[in-house]
């Protein structure tokens, strides 16, 4: 059996933040019910064949999932539970915002069976949320944090996003403090990434915003790790720290190159040949299902070398990177190639052991330009 996934696209937000490239709208109104029924049809509709899948993780992602109604959340999870084998189920994420989870609503959305919960912390910063054109405060962050305790989450995520303009040393480290102190049981640390597409994107190209430089991004990544090991937050991927066996499982499955089914308008879905995406707008999206017509604007065939180089991408971006013995042999040598030649071009930047190949931290520094080099 496969262990796989299944996300969930949930399109609405109160805003659109500045940054975000994910698709998201902010008007609502009658079209919620019409993406519900939208949604529960793919759902019900879905042909792929996942006899030989162990189906262990949902992960219900935005915009902002929090902001619908449960009766809306229990329509779809009812429509996966009724469609799938969920026997093996271990993991149900949901993300949310804070000042936009009431506690009752976390309430229901945990007797539902959702067991994990990630809050878009982002910064505690008055001046950085409204940089970031987020709607919440810090008061609203850990009232959310308590009451989804209270609520019965015992497995919860906080995203922080670092490099931010204007942003100094020390008020990240006060914020990645306070967030420990809150002792979550895993913590997202992303830098600021400038998105084409985005509002970001046009400051920066009519230099009206000025990103930090990659010496200090570089500086920030190893006080961020230093300090989260510190704590005994496990750093397993570039970006996510968590206790002890408590990575979130269903991230695992993009990075381990497992399949997983996707649903929703933009979402990217994977059943071990071949990629596809649905049509990245709500209304066309709606359409097509009502008028009988499967959702996806794209379908890509994963060719060996594809999977290969997808394998060592995503393979070393995490702590345990890649096995040798993984890369057939016909490509091996070419790859053992590229390693010798990079090897020599970034020195110190790879832990080798018998046939296993993981990034050092400097390597994670140099990962943007080591990984692309590295593929065949």
């Given at each position: 059996m496969k262990s796989a996934g299944i996300y969930i696209h949930i399109p609405f937000c109160s805003i659109k933040c500045m940054y975000c490239d994910f698709y998201s709208i902010t008007e609502k109104g009658d079209i919620i019910q019409r993406f519900i029924d939208a949604i529960t049809k793919e759902i019900d509709s879905c042909t792929i064949d996942v006899s030989e899948w162990s189906l262990d993780t949902i992960f219900i992602g935005g915009g902002t999932p929090s902001i619908l109604e449960v009766n809306e959340i229990e329509k779809i999870l009812s429509s996966i539970y009724k469609n799938f084998d969920l026997s093996n189920l271990k993991e149900i994420t949901i993300e949310a915002n804070p000042g936009e989870a009431p506690i009752e609503r976390l309430k229901s959305l945990n007797y539902l069976g959702i067991n994990r919960l990630s809050i878009g912390v982002q910064s505690l910063q008055p001046e950085l949320l409204k940089f970031l054109s987020r709607i919440h405060d810090s008061k609203q962050i850990y009232d959310t944090f308590d009451n989804a305790r209270s609520a019965g989450f015992q497995n919860i995520n906080c995203d922080l996003i670092y490099s931010i303009p204007d942003q100094t040393l020390e008020m990240w480290l006060n914020d990645l403090e306070a967030i420990i102190n809150l002792e979550p049981e895993h913590i997202s640390a992303y830098t600021l990434t400038v998105e084409k597409g985005t509002e970001l994107f046009k400051m920066v190209a009519n230099k009206n915003v000025h990103m930090p430089d990659d010496s200090q991004n570089s500086e920030w990544f190893i006080k961020t790790r230093d300090k989260l090991i510190l704590n005994d937050y496990h750093p397993y991927e570039i970006s996510n720290f968590s206790k002890p066996n408590l990575e979130c499982r269903h991230n695992l499955h993009y990075w381990r190159i497992e399949p997983y089914l996707a649903f929703g308008p933009s979402a990217?879905?994977?059943?071990?040949?071949?990629?596809?995406?649905?049509?990245?707008?709500?209304?066309?999206?709606?359409?097509?299902?009502?008028?009988?017509?499967?959702?996806?604007?794209?379908?890509?065939?994963?060719?060996?070398?594809?999977?290969?180089?997808?394998?060592?991408?995503?393979?070393?971006?995490?702590?345990?990177g890649i096995t040798l013995d993984k890369i057939p042999q016909p490509f091996r040598k070419s790859f053992e190639s590229n390693l010798l030649s990079i090897d020599k071009k970034y020195p110190n930047c790879f832990l080798k052991i018998g046939a296993n190949i993981a990034l050092s931290q400097t390597g994670l520094l140099f990962s943007d330009q080591i990984i692309p080099d590295l593929l065949l």
């Amino acid at each position: 059996m496969k262990s796989a996934g299944i996300y969930i696209h949930i399109p609405f937000c109160s805003i659109k933040c500045m940054y975000c490239d994910f698709y998201s709208i902010t008007e609502k109104g009658d079209i919620i019910q019409r993406f519900i029924d939208a949604i529960t049809k793919e759902i019900d509709s879905c042909t792929i064949d996942v006899s030989e899948w162990s189906l262990d993780t949902i992960f219900i992602g935005g915009g902002t999932p929090s902001i619908l109604e449960v009766n809306e959340i229990e329509k779809i999870l009812s429509s996966i539970y009724k469609n799938f084998d969920l026997s093996n189920l271990k993991e149900i994420t949901i993300e949310a915002n804070p000042g936009e989870a009431p506690i009752e609503r976390l309430k229901s959305l945990n007797y539902l069976g959702i067991n994990r919960l990630s809050i878009g912390v982002q910064s505690l910063q008055p001046e950085l949320l409204k940089f970031l054109s987020r709607i919440h405060d810090s008061k609203q962050i850990y009232d959310t944090f308590d009451n989804a305790r209270s609520a019965g989450f015992q497995n919860i995520n906080c995203d922080l996003i670092y490099s931010i303009p204007d942003q100094t040393l020390e008020m990240w480290l006060n914020d990645l403090e306070a967030i420990i102190n809150l002792e979550p049981e895993h913590i997202s640390a992303y830098t600021l990434t400038v998105e084409k597409g985005t509002e970001l994107f046009k400051m920066v190209a009519n230099k009206n915003v000025h990103m930090p430089d990659d010496s200090q991004n570089s500086e920030w990544f190893i006080k961020t790790r230093d300090k989260l090991i510190l704590n005994d937050y496990h750093p397993y991927e570039i970006s996510n720290f968590s206790k002890p066996n408590l990575e979130c499982r269903h991230n695992l499955h993009y990075w381990r190159i497992e399949p997983y089914l996707a649903f929703g308008p933009s979402a990217h879905g994977f059943d071990g040949y071949n990629r596809w995406n649905n049509v990245r707008n709500l209304n066309n999206y709606i359409e097509k299902l009502t008028s009988g017509e499967p959702p996806i604007s794209k379908i890509e065939k994963l060719t060996l070398l594809d999977k290969i180089n997808e394998y060592i991408g995503f393979g070393l971006r995490m702590d345990k990177g890649i096995t040798l013995d993984k890369i057939p042999q016909p490509f091996r040598k070419s790859f053992e190639s590229n390693l010798l030649s990079i090897d020599k071009k970034y020195p110190n930047c790879f832990l080798k052991i018998g046939a296993n190949i993981a990034l050092s931290q400097t390597g994670l520094l140099f990962s943007d330009q080591i990984i692309p080099d590295l593929l065949l």
